[in-house]
């Protein structure tokens, strides 16, 4: 559930920005350190640092979008193929100068332990995962499907030109689009940080599941990539409970692999361009 | 009678149509998207200099734009592209919407179908229902008439006389000279970005080298 | 792309020199490490910098180059990285740039997984340590690196400040232009990415057997990014670059040997900062500092006197018909060009002439019919075979930054072959200028050129063609001389847009 909060800041991110940020999971460790950062200085539980660390990591993704690919958008794709990844960089090394490498733990968003209903044991950190995790995928939904806003965000990345055209201030909705990219990145990090530890060097595996996600559910599309994010959620459980975690990501980029090899336009997405 | 867009040697005033004619590569998208603001260059529009400003600003300002090949945005359903252009508040929006889709037959049929899925000659009236959502003064059309079958383009050209009859005002790039002279109350012929041709409708109509120089010659 | 120049050759020179001689064995070493780096970098340029595919594999096959040297010796280990490579790039030959760089993403990332967890083989987490990988670590090891080193440097320079290097730039910059002009992309990339794989390959064995211990941190990301950032810090395409790159990776830690892990830290921001404000990298601000400045590349000219054309004789249509989603874009098209002779095609917008260009060239597939070009059948054929076979073809816009309409002309001229097609080359230009393509275009037909030219300027076509034909939403409405063409009514009706009555 937390991937799909990851996948679906990604492909917003995709959208509005018009290139792949490779800094996207470094923004969601970045997420939890924050959240470590504030509970720890704080003592409050996760679900209060919930809106703390979304409008921290709101701020930061529209800087990182600033910094490292809206100035670089008419050059080639391996400008911001570059400055992503040297972003990327860059948080990944100072949380590691900040935390000494070593690694943290978020705090739960209500507590750990377990919680018994109906005959069944469930980790409390985990149901209240999928809970929170449900709640925002469907808010962001509903903001992009049933509001104005959203459908203003949604015009924007179909047809910039267009919709500066028809009056729509892009600028402003490009920003809001990176903010809510990196606040959904930042939740994740809260979300994750506290099973699976805050890790400076986690960023890349984050970022990679996202890609594939979007790869996946077809290049830009939101729903495909929330798919996506839940079908690789699942195939990994499900491998992983037969051989393994190493075996369940070797399969999956095994997978990937042969996919592209096989259909280099993903499952459902756009054509891979002509035959030259 | 003011003038609501004066540039170079192009004017248009409330109430009539103007067609802009001319070969490809003569200049007519051009002209338009310095209109608009994409390009850079001196203008007029409702009597100030716009110059200075921004596409949001000139547009905002009460201009609708119906670009070459239409550019609806696909992924959107019907409705979604005309709330999506508009800048009114909910209540209205949705009001002006309705008036739309009632406007546009074809359109109020389907609504909720996604902009991609409709046929040329509905996203040609889709694009122009958008542009008429904020209400606009002048009026901006990029060869609308292209790839559209005959009685579409009957239709089209129809609803721009009308339009023009209750005050609007617009400028009609065409390269199909007869289609826009048909509505037109005059026009001029552009030719490598020079105007090299201007008169009524009937004077243009009436001039042999008008093939020519829709060929570009 | 410039070519490597003394300045540049000298320092290569001194710098494995001036080690032996001045430094101490921590020092070689270190040295030593600067030619590894390098090595790998020189071959993250092939892929990354001339082609611009986002690679991001590179570290990966280092990786695979430590293990092999470690497993089976040295020599074995750039055949090892080059296999890998080889598959990869053929399973990822038509993929666009952000697939590919997720293909190079899961093949790396598969590469570490083995070898974090396959300890049998790779001795999982602890690696590798105590094993004979054919060299020794000292004074001869520097030595093989850098002679290694600068030979692929020189060669490097020598082979990409020429044409190979304008392919590549084409290549990277419009690769459709490039397919018109009988580049095979997949070939070049499937040749540059073996051979920067093998270079790999070769660096991570050296580092093998430099250090001693291979362990999973050699197929990691973060050296990845390291050889990114190298390359681009250096100069992505400079000659240099990969050896700048290296040299600051290496000292930088010792320098700031307090700051510890700052290094990495700088490194990134300084990469970040180079993207942003000065994409030539460390050698190119070198090399302006100097003064030696990077030469613009050479933008082809006209040739003085035209050649006589050899090639195909005859290209034909027979009925061929297109669709695009709902739309004829082509229907029922059959027309001929002969060597000797210069049509041309008219129409309104949207009557199809770009894309009758585009289905000859092969850039587009048709749905019915058939193209013959001297009787062989061209409609299955890739673009760049079909250019191959003699068809140039010019485009509309400037192709690369830098280029004029002649410049398009020129290199769709110097491609060879006898048939051309031109897809509005009057455009824009000024009335002094249409006289001399006019000039141009008898010369081609007096040369036996077959030219095929789609333009809007009728007066032009007018008096340059001995024939035109005229189209109309994809069908072919007239064709005959132009003053035949230009009277026929339904030429008429169709710019003037009147009723389609007659």
């Known amino acids: 559930m937390a991937y799909a909060l990851v996948a679906l800041g990604f492909v917003l991110a995709l959208n509005a920005a018009g290139a792949v940020n490779f800094a996207h999971g470094d923004l969601v460790v970045l997420g939890g350190a924050v959240a470590v950062l504030v509970g720890t200085w704080t003592g409050l539980p996760g679900i209060l640092l919930l809106p703390l660390v979304a409008l921290a990591l709101g701020v ?75 709640v925002l995928v469907a808010a962001v939904w509903l903001l992009l499907e049933r509001t104005q806003t959203g459908r203003r965000m949604r015009a924007v990345s179909a047809d910039r030109h267009m919709a500066r055209a028809v009056g729509i201030p892009v600028g402003r909705y490009v920003t809001l689009s990176l903010a809510l990219a990196g606040a959904l990145a930042g939740i994740a990090g ?55 975690d190493a075996w369940a990501s070797a399969a999956l980029y095994l997978g990937v692999l042969l996919l592209l090899a096989v259909r280099p336009q993903g499952l459902f997405g756009e054509p891979a361009g002509r035959r030259a | 009678m003011t003038a609501l867009v004066e540039i170079g040697d192009v004017s248009v005033s409330a109430g009539e149509i103007v067609a802009l004619l001319g070969g490809n590569g003569a200049g007519k998208t051009s002209l338009l998207e310095t209109i608009l603001g994409f390009r850079r260059g001196r203008l007029r529009l409702f009597g100030e200099d716009a110059t200075s400003l921004s596409v949001e600003q000139r547009v905002s300002l009460g201009i609708g734009y119906v670009p070459a090949g239409r550019r609806v945005f696909g992924s959107l359903t019907v409705r979604e592209n005309l709330e999506a252009s508009s800048s009114l508040p909910a209540a209205e929006r949705g009001r002006r919407a309705d008036e739309m889709l009632a406007l546009f037959p074809m359109l109020g049929e389907r609504p909720q179908a996604r902009a991609w899925l409709l046929s040329g000659g509905q996203q040609q009236m889709l694009a122009l229902a958008r542009a008429l959502m904020n209400k606009p003064r002048l009026l901006l059309l990029d060869e609308p008439t292209l790839g559209l079958a005959p009685l579409v383009v009957a239709d089209l050209l129809q609803r721009l006389s009308a339009m023009a009859a209750g005050g609007m005002a617009i400028l009609l790039a ?43 010659g | 792309m410039q070519a490597l120049g003394r300045f540049w050759l000298v320092v290569l020179l001194l710098a494995p020199v001036v080690a032996l001689v001045a430094l101490p064995p921590f020092g070689q070493r270190m040295v030593t490490l600067i030619g590894i780096y390098a090595l790998m970098g020189l071959g993250y340029q092939l892929v990354f910098g001339q082609l611009g595919a986002l690679n991001l594999a590179q570290g990966a096959l280092f990786g695979i ?32 740039s952000h697939y590919f760089a997720l293909a190079t993403l899961a093949l790396a990332s598969l590469v570490n997984l083995v070898a974090l967890h396959a300890e049998s083989l790779t001795g999982g987490a602890n690696g590798l340590a105590g094993f004979a990988a054919g060299m020794s670590r000292g004074p001869s090891l520097l030595v093989v690196v850098w002679a290694i080193l600068i030979a692929g440097v020189v060669l490097y320079a020598r082979l990409f400040a020429g044409t190979l290097g304008e392919r590549a730039r084409l290549l990277r910059e419009a690769p459709l232009v490039a397919a018109t002009l009988g580049i095979d992309a997949g070939r070049w990339r499937l040749v540059l990415f073996v ?154 917008n949207g009557s199809g002439k770009t894309t009758l260009l ?60 006898s048939l051309l097609l031109l897809d509005e080359p009057a455009a824009g230009l000024a009335d002094e200028e249409r006289r001399q393509l006019a ?38 409405i007239a064709a005959g001389s132009p003053a035949e063409v230009r009277a026929d009514a339904h030429v008429r009706a169709s710019f003037l847009g009147l009723a389609e009555a007659a």
């Open chain 1, 190 to 244: 809260l979300l994750l940080g506290h099973q699976f530890l805050v890790v400076p060097t986690q960023g890349a595996g984050h970022m990679l599941k996202a890609y594939i996600a979007v790869a996946l559910g077809g290049w830009g599309s939101v729903p495909g990539a929330l798919l996506g994010a839940l079908g690789i959620g699942a195939f990994e459980t499900f491998v992983s409970a037969g051989l393994g």
């Open chain 3, 358 to 417: 585009n289905v000859i060239n092969g850039l587009d597939p048709i749905d019915q019919g058939a193209i013959l070009l001297d009787g062989r059948h061209l409609e299955r054929l890739p673009a760049h075979a079909i250019a191959r076979m003699g068809i140039a073809r010019t485009f509309q816009a400037a192709m690369l930054a830098g280029d004029s309409k002649s410049a398009n002309l020129a290199r769709a001229l110097a491609r060879g072959g």
């Open chain 2, 174 to 216: 065409e390269q199909r000279a007869g289609l826009a002279l048909s509505v037109a109350d005059r026009g001029l012929v552009l030719s490598r970005g020079r105007t090299v041709r201007t008169g009524t409708r009937a004077e243009l109509a009436a001039d042999p080298e008008l093939a020519d120089l829709m060929a570009g």
């Open chain 1, 60 to 134: 930061a993704g529209v800087i990182a979008a600033r910094v490292a690919l809206l100035p670089l958008v008419a050059r080639p794709v391996e400008a911001t193929f570059v400055a992503t990844i040297a972003l990327a960089a860059i948080i990944e090394q100072s949380l590691n100068l900040a935390t000494g490498g070593a690694p943290s733990t978020a705090p739960p968003l209500i507590g750990s332990g377990t919680l018994e209903v109906s005959g069944l044991v469930l980790g409390r950190q985990p149901l209240a995962i999928v809970v929170v995790g449900s």
């Open chain 3, 195 to 348: 051979l920067g794989g093998a270079l790999a390959g070769l660096a991570g064995a050296f580092s093998a057997a430099l250090s001693g211990v291979v362990s999973p941190e050699v197929t990691g990301f973060p050296l990845m990014v390291l050889c990114l950032s190298l390359v681009v810090l250096g100069g992505t395409r400079h000659p240099m670059g990969a050896v700048l790159g290296a040299t600051l990776a290496v000292c930088l830690p010792e320098l700031l040997r307090e700051l510890q892990g700052a290094w990495l830290l700088g490194y990134a921001v300084a990469t970040l900062a180079v993207v942003l404000w000065a994409p030539e990298g460390l050698a190119g601000l070198c090399d302006r500092w100097r003064g030696a400045g990077s030469p613009k590349p050479p933008v082809p000219g006209l040739p003085a006197s035209l050649p006589r054309a050899a090639g195909p004789r005859r290209l034909a249509l027979q009925q061929v018909s297109k669709r695009f989603g709902g739309v004829e874009a082509l229907q029922d098209v059959s027309l001929s060009l002969e060597r000797g002779e210069i049509v041309g095609l008219i129409g309104a």
């Open chain 3, 65 to 96: 180059g430590a293990y092999a040297a470690a497993l089976a010796g040295l020599p074995v280990a750039p055949l090892a990285a080059a296999i890998p490579a080889a598959l990869a790039a053929a399973l990822t030959l038509r993929l666009q």
């Open chain 3, 439 to 476: 000039v141009l275009l008898r010369q081609l037909r007096t040369q036996d050129y077959g030219v095929l030219i789609v333009d809007h300027d009728i007066e032009l076509l007018s008096a340059v063609c001995d024939r035109l034909v005229c189209l109309d939403r994809g069908r072919i």
